[in-house]
């Protein structure tokens, strides 16, 4: 009768664990999708509500409380168990989109959306910790392709989801689409998620919590506002620099003395950890770089639509999807791991050279074909660097391992954004200048990305001088991203295979032994 009960019990967990992952990637989706929808929407709500002035504090409150929120939400799932952490912050973010779609002014909406991007902080790290949980290192691989292609949906469905729920339906419901998705994953992980509850013995680190929130803030906002609200050397971004310094510093003073420490520093002992960190933040400084810069360059040189610039990404995104599956199922079958950091960022720098050599004449098989080997180069890193990430770590750290690896990516964007658009819009300026005297300049003065609807007003010397402004902007952008992913490359090369825990093919009989839990530095 026992041997019958374990083997039920056996037989249902796959399905279980389907059904979590299920619910767990429609959480993923509704915290990727969001920017994007509402990226699309943002015309329309302004149109309504007013505020142009304050536009970019739509997006910058999300992307404040999403990365702020995020090594917390770890903190707290290690402490008092994943499932609790995980449902309130679905229910935190669905409150807030609630709220965005009902606001009345732009204040609101801003605010609104801060309450979102808390929530959507967690469920990331979430969707990741849960997972660590659920599926042991070695078993995990298979799921990758799952996790990007949740991702590669997102790039390519939101602003496409975004236009469409706009035009029919009216911008609040960019907001309000996210309760049925969000209330389906609630009722999943909450009727079908068994994890054991946890007790802390301490309290929370409020302190680390506090001084790692006011650096996270003060090291997004300099990378938002340096070079487009405010100038670079300015007294506002050094003053914002020297905040996030003395914040981060304070930080880790205090971390080595916290009884139960927000982020606990002993996991940057492990080598592969802070490898995988590194590693993590080039990746999304270069990923969030080419999908800003790729559509801008389709829609200004290639003359694509705004819709059709997003379905040109699928070469590259693609790529991203069935690398990443492959280097999965060897993962699962294997054990092994370690070429793939190596091979990801060698593709990665090919692709950012191969992207930074178009021109105004290079046509669109061939901008789709360097597209691919990028995205090939991201699919071989982007959940390879948090399943070596998790087990690297001891189980009562996964949440701060998913979460410090979530939030260095985060970071990794910042800054890509921040330094590859800043290089971009001095080129632009620089090369219209150049080719269209005081009228070019005058065109880009406001901003260097223009719209196709005031690139068609141009004469046509304008916009000839402003194809190749674009041209020359991208080159130095997508060189950029070249000569930064070497980091990554460098940092691969030092990744040591240690076995992953867990299930897959084994070679001894006999009970599973713990694998180690990383390598000191």
Known sequence: MADAGIKDKTEKKPQNVRVVLLALMIAMM??????????????????ELGGLEHLSWVVTSYTLATAASTPIWGKLGDMYGRKGAFLTSIAIFLAGSALSGMAQDMGQLIGFRAVQGLGAGGLMVGVMAIIGDLVPPRERGKYQGLIAGVMALAMIGGPLVGGTITDHWGWRWAFYINLP??????????????????????????LGAGLLTIGITAIVL?????????AWTSARIMELTGIGVAALVGFLFWETKAAEPVMPLHIFRSRNFTLMSVIGFITGFVMFGAVLFLPLYQQSV?????????????????????????????????????LFPIAGS?????????????????????????MAVLGAGMGFLMQITMLVAQNSVELKDMGVASSSTTLFRTLGSSFGVAIMGALFNHRVQDVMTERAGALGSQVTQQSAQLDAASLAKLPEAARDAYQHAVSSGTHGAFLLGAIVAVVALAASVFVKEV??????PQKTEGAETPAPVGEAV
């Not at 998705?181 to 409020?206: M, S």
């Not at 300099?222 to 405010?230: A, P, Q, R, S």
Request: glycine share 12%.
């Open 30 to 47: 509704l915290a990727m999708l969001d920017n994007m929808i509402v990226g699309t929407a943002m015309p329309t709500i302004v149109g």
């Open 499 to 504: 076995p992953l825990k867990g299930a897959g």
């Open 302 to 338: 290639q003359g694509a639509s705004a819709t059709n610039s997003g379905l040109l990404l699928l070469p590259m995104l693609g790529a991203m999807l069935v690398v990443s599956m492959i280097a999965g199922r060897v993962t699962t079958n294997t054990g092994r791991y370690r």
């Open 181 to 206: 998705l969000g209330a389906v994953a609630l009722a999943a992980v909450g009727a079908v998620l068994h994890l054991p509850k946890k007790a802390a013995k301490t309290r929370i680190d409020y």
């Open 222 to 230: 300099v990378t938002t506002w340096g070079g487009t609200e405010y």
């Open 346 to 370: 060698a593709l990665m720098i090919a692709g950012l050279y191969l992207l930074s050599l178009m021109d105004t004449d290079t046509s669109r098989l061939t901008s789709g074909l360097y």
